[in-house]
Each structure stands twice: as structure tokens, then as C-alpha cells.
């Protein structure tokens, strides 16, 4: 085989195979990060806005109407936890189903302070209050629940697309290491020398002597 041909060939393989290599760990690289960006969301934040919806108002409300906390605390803490809500809502880019339910939650939080600030601790317990909290929290709760959903399967999809990057580049490494051992060894198959043929001089025949 010609050995320039080898030679382009070589090369022609190594550069395709660092262009796929590039290529591949860029896609591989942003798949990753917008994995790890959707589950960062998930964990630091619609996690912690499920608590604070889900966990926080409803054990802190339950436990000052029957005296558990001080009924001071438990309305100091709805103003810190609307405030860690709303930052956490933010941060989450704000979208409109979970402002709109926030809202709702933010006017009882407001109808549960005033009834604090009057000293009408007891009242939180009562049916039409613990039935206007639940008629706001549940929706709520419900909605950052689909959220966490979604965005863990998002996550989950960009990280089989760079797992997926990453089979297609190792199967493309095998083809192209079985093109290079090709290669390598063109030169050596059927390099064996033909055996050589010695021709050997003719012989002119003496001219016979003279006939009688």
C-alpha cells in the first residue's frame, strides 16, 4: 500500500477523532451542568419552599394554638418565612402558577398575624381558619410537589444524554483504534519478497564442422 495514502489516512483518522473527542466533551460538559442546575434547583430550592409551606405555617400555626410556642414567635416567624418564600420564588425564576398561589398564601398569612397581633392566639385552631389555611397550603404544596417532578426528570434527561454523548464516543474511539492498528500494519501484509528467478545466458551452439 502506498505509504503517503497510509499516512493521510493516519491523519485524516486522528483528526476526525480529536474533533469528535471536542465535540463530545462540550456536549457531554453543558449536559452536566444543566443537570446539575435543575437538580441544584430541586434541592435548594423548591425542597426547602415545600418545607416551608408544607412543614413550617402548618406545625408553627397548629402548635400556638394550643400554647405549644409562644404566639409572638409564631407570628415573628411567618414575616421570616414569607420573606424566605419570596426569595426562594425568585430565585426559581418567578413563574406565574406559583406567584399567583403565593399570593393566596401570603393573605392569610396576613389574616393569621393580625389575629396574633390582637392576641386572638386560639383562633388559629378554629374550623374556618384551619379550613382557609389548608384551602391555600394544599394547592400550593401540590404544585411545588409537580415542580420537584419535573424538574428531576429534567435532570435525569440531560444526564442519559451525556451518558449517551459518551457510549457514542467510545464505540467512535473503538472504530477509530481498529483504523489505526489497519494502518499500521498495511505496509507488512503481503510485503514478502517474490522469489527471485536467475536467467541465465543463452548459449550459442558451436557452428558443427564442415559436412563431407
Known amino acids: 500500500m502506498n505509504p503517503k495514502l497510509i499516512t493521510a489516512a493516519l491523519a485524516a483518522t486522528v483528526v476526525c477523532f480529536s474533533g469528535i473527542g471536542v465535540m463530545t466533551v462540550q456536549?457531554?460538559?453543558?449536559?452536566?451542568?444543566e443537570s446539575d442546575r435543575e437538580f441544584a434547583l430541586t434541592s435548594n430550592v423548591l425542597s426547602p419552599l415545600f418545607d416551608i409551606y408544607g412543614l413550617a405555617i402548618v406545625d408553627g400555626q397548629a402548635k400556638a394554638s394550643k400554647g405549644l410556642i409562644d404566639g409572638k414567635e409564631f407570628c415573628a416567624s411567618l414575616t421570616k418565612l414569607e420573606a424566605e418564600a419570596e426569595?426562594?420564588?425568585?430565585?426559581?425564576?418567578?413563574?406565574?402558577?406559583?406567584?399567583?398561589?403565593?399570593?393566596l398564601v401570603k393573605a392569610y398569612l396576613k389574616k393569621a398575624r393580625e389575629a396574633?397581633?390582637?392576641?386572638?392566639?386560639?383562633t388559629l385552631n378554629s374550623p374556618a381558619m384551619t379550613a382557609e389555611l389548608y384551602?391555600?397550603?394544599?394547592?400550593?404544596?401540590?404544585?411545588?410537589?409537580?415542580l420537584l417532578l419535573e424538574n428531576l426528570e429534567t435532570?435525569?434527561?440531560?444526564?442519559k444524554s451525556a451518558d449517551s454523548a459518551l457510549?457514542?464516543?467510545?464505540r467512535f474511539a473503538s472504530v477509530a483504534a481498529g483504523l489505526g492498528i489497519v494502518f499500521a500494519v498495511?505496509?507488512?501484509?503481503?510485503?514478502?519478497k517474490a522469489p527471485s528467478v536467475i536467467i541465465k545466458p543463452?548459449?550459442?551452439?558451436?557452428?558443427?564442422?564442415?559436412?563431407?
Open 27 to 33: 456536549r457531554v460538559s453543558e449536559n452536566i451542568a
Open 87 to 103: 426569595r426562594l420564588i425568585a430565585e426559581f425564576g418567578e413563574p406565574k402558577e406559583l406567584v399567583a398561589k403565593h399570593k
Open 116 to 122: 396574633c397581633d390582637k392576641g386572638n392566639i386560639e
Open 135 to 146: 384551602g391555600v397550603i394544599d394547592p400550593m404544596t401540590e404544585l411545588i410537589n409537580k
Open 155 to 159: 435532570s435525569r434527561k440531560y444526564k
Open 167 to 170: 457510549l457514542a464516543f467510545e
Open 186 to 192: 498495511a505496509p507488512w501484509i503481503g510485503a514478502k
Open 202 to 212: 543463452k548459449r550459442r551452439k558451436k557452428k558443427e564442422a564442415n559436412r563431407p
